[in-house]
């Protein structure tokens, strides 16, 4: 069982995807900006993958932001970006290494795909 830290900014897309990664066994963390999910990053609880959505209201590509300081915080973290924006070449250049990407909207099983793929690397 993993730990993932779902931070979007959208509430109904958070408890959607929560109950989806419920539903397989792993447990969730929930943030709605980069404040909230730092504070959980920098506790001792375990997390396993950021799943953040790379454009918060609050924070124009605070989800790459974020993904940065999380690494430094949890070098072993991995990373699942997500936006229903186009995501550029200049954009991806900004995620973490080994960070992967999940086009919104997605589908119970592309969700699931992504992060048993997160999970085995």
């Known amino acids: ?11 109904f897309i958070r408890e959607m995807t929560g109950m989806m990664i419920q539903d397989w066994g792993h447990h969730t963390l929930s943030a709605s900006d980069v404040g909230e999910a730092l504070s959980l990053l920098r506790s001792p609880q375990q997390i396993d993958i950021l799943f953040t959505d790379i454009y918060l209201k609050a924070a124009v590509l605070g989800g790459c932001d974020l993904a940065q300081q999380a690494i430094k915080l949890r070098p072993q973290l991995r990373v699942l970006y997500t936006t229903g924006n186009s995501v550029t070449d200049k954009l991806k250049a900004l995620f ?18 992504s992060v048993d793929d997160l999970l085995a690397a």
């Open 96 to 113: 973490v290494d080994g960070g992967h990407f999940l086009r919104k909207p997605y589908t119970h099983h592309q969700l699931q795909d």
């Open 1 to 11: 069982m993993a730990v993932i830290l779902i931070v979007e900014d959208d509430t």
